[in-house]
């Protein structure tokens, strides 16, 4: 896996109080976030979903390429200090193409963390990927876990029908576990032998029905998602550039940070968390309350493209 280092952070170690931002097609992401939040806990975020648009997953690349765009300007004009695209059809399509529009700024995308989350989990070397049709249509996920494992046998499938369900909060209807089962039961024919010992979620809203996934699967198959990895993998690049928010890790004497000198009295800067939405937000306040508590920002209304004025 390659390590991102952007221009302009090298040399002396600084702490750095800009916000990390994320976008996703909806929801989604903000399984990408809660880990964000949970490996990083002292950095501030900025989310954007773009619900008013979902799903990504059946449009065309060119349309995914300008959403992401303007997800990606408004982040940068935000002033956040990285940048996670936490979808992974946005991921397969734009990632290569954002880097090169915002060369200063890191930017991270799902897929290759959870590429190699799969390839480290698999036994057998048969991995199913379960995504939409866009990532599907990009093979991206096979070129990421081939590149890890040449010698994997990736076997992928679209989804996309799951993701207009979940963002309607449709989970626990007869409809969602319809689809759910036309989804994962090809990845079970066949003889015990032949079959899939990992499956890869590759789409950021699928953590979302985990439970009834592991249920459809009902076979000891590992699951991975690649909410997880893709932090671990932020919390690496935030610390190679040196990116640490004050007091939140490594630090240095003057800003000591959990794993620095001692640090002197002063009170901690608390990270602020942002959760913008081109949709509904009560509909993004319901999942975030699931998934964070109480302390749950309230999800703000955001307009972009053509959607504006």
């Known amino acids: ?26 929801i989604g992401g903000l399984t990408v976030l809660r880990e964000v939040q949970a490996r990083l806990p002292g950095e501030s975020t900025i989310y954007i979903g773009d619900s008013a648009r979902h799903p990504y997953g059946t449009r065309s690349d060119a349309e995914v390429r300008t959403f992401a765009e303007e997800l990606s300007d408004e982040l940068v004009a935000r002033g956040v200090k990285v940048i996670i695209i936490a979808c992974n059809t946005a991921t397969a399509v734009a990632l290569e193409h954002l880097r090169e529009r915002h060369p200063s700024t890191p930017i991270i995308g799902v897929v290759r963390p959870g590429a190699a989350a799969a390839a480290l989990a698999t036994r057998t070397g048969r991995v199913g990927v379960l ?33 207009p369900l979940i ?5 626990n209807t007869q409809e969602m576990s319809d689809a759910i089962h036309a989804a994962i039961d090809p990845f079970l024919a066949g003889e015990p032998s032949e079959r899939i010992d990992t499956l890869l979620l590759g789409c ?28 671990s993998f932020l919390q690496e690049i935030i610390s190679v550039n040196g990116l640490e928010a004050p007091g939140s890790s490594r630090g240095t004497a003057a800003d000591p940070g959990h794993l620095g000198h001692t640090a002197p009295a002063s009170a901690p800067v608390a990270p602020v968390h942002q959760i ?3 949709g509904d937000p009560v509909a993004v306040d319901a999942l975030a309350a699931r998934l964070f508590g109480e302390a749950a920002p309230r999800a703000q209304q955001m307009t972009l493209g053509a959607k504006r004025g």
């Open 1 to 26: 896996m390659t390590t991102i280092v952007c221009a302009g952070c090298y040399g002396q170690r600084m702490s750095d109080p800009r916000p990390i931002g994320l976008f996703d097609s909806g």
């Open 131 to 163: 995504a939409t049709v866009a990532t599907v249509r990009s093979r991206a996920y096979f070129a990421a876990i081939k590149d890890e494992n040449p010698g994997t046998l990736v076997i992928e499938r679209a989804a996309s029908e799951l993701v």
């Open 276 to 278: 913008f939405t081109t």
């Open 204 to 231: 950021t809203h699928f953590p979302l029905i985990r439970g009834a996934i592991d249920a459809a699967l009902g076979a000891p198959i590992a699951v991975v998602d690649s909410a997880a990895a893709t932090a």
């Open 167 to 171: 963002e309607s909060g449709l989970t």
